[in-house]
């Protein structure tokens, strides 16, 4: 590949308006700007469904909780990946896209299931054997006020950093279960990154939060 060649990425926000998907992405622009990505802007999904536009893509940053996709579209964007495109994001508009397709979940790895609770108290907790991992060099834990993730995922996630829900009294379930809070994937020649924080946008100003956001997209990119 020409070193000397622009970087594209591909930015597609939209969905449910409560993850802010405007001022969420809105953060994130000027980072790759900076670092020499060419930045395009989409307000749906109907682009994953040209083959040729994200053949050409380096970095795809969705921030699009909920919503609807066709199968031609998550098609398009599984096989861009697959082919060498990065997929990023935060959040809901990652693992909580496209409910109805079973390809973006095989694709993504996994999907949230529930914030019990709604906005708690909980720690993100690098994982100790991955603390030399690009992504999260130099972190160690963290503690938020914002809504904590279950996640339902797979054993092709190399998972980066998780977190603990407890058991009390009043809780249906009976042990204590650790969920992957940040995992990366790799799918056929590209990467994805996945990062469960970010329902508020104070939450990806956390400077530990920020910093493994910048570098998960830098990693996710061809």
């Known amino acids: 590949m020409d070193s000397g060649r622009t970087r594209q990425a591909l930015v597609v926000r939209g969905g449910w308006e409560g993850h802010s998907p405007v001022a969420a992405t809105e953060r994130f622009i000027p980072f790759l700007?900076?670092?020499?990505?060419?930045?395009?802007?989409h307000e749906s999904p109907e682009v994953y469904a040209d083959g040729e536009k994200l053949a050409a893509i380096d970095l795809v940053v969705q921030c699009y909780?909920?919503?609807?996709?066709t199968d031609e579209q998550v098609l398009g964007l599984s096989a861009a990946v697959?082919?060498?495109?990065?997929?990023?994001?935060w959040h809901g508009g990652v693992c909580d896209s496209f409910?109805?397709?079973p390809d973006y979940l095989h694709l993504t790895g996994g999907q949230w299931a529930a914030h019990p609770g709604g906005f708690v108290e909980y720690e993100v907790t690098v994982v100790p054997e991955r603390r030399g991992h690009q992504i999260v060099e130099g972190?160690?834990?963290?503690a938020l006020n914002t809504e904590q993730y279950w996640v339902l995922t797979d054993e092709l996630n190399d998972v980066l950093a998780t977190t603990t829900f407890g058991v009390r009294d009043d809780t249906p379930w009976r042990?204590?279960?650790?969920?992957?809070?940040?995992?990366?994937?790799?799918?056929g020649k590209g990467r994805v990154?996945?990062?469960?924080?970010?329902?508020?946008?104070?939450d990806l100003d956390h400077p530990d939060v920020r910093t493994l956001t910048e570098r998960g997209l830098l990693w996710a990119s061809r």
């Open 33 to 41: 700007e900076e670092h020499g990505y060419a930045v395009e802007v």
């Open 139 to 142: 972190l160690d834990r963290w």
């Open 99 to 101: 409910r109805g397709s």
């Open 193 to 202: 990154f996945v990062s469960t924080i970010g329902h508020k946008l104070e």
């Open 82 to 89: 697959a082919g060498g495109t990065g997929l990023a994001g």
């Open 175 to 187: 042990e204590e279960l650790t969920c992957p809070a940040v995992w990366t994937r790799q799918w």
């Open 65 to 69: 909780t909920q919503g609807v996709a």
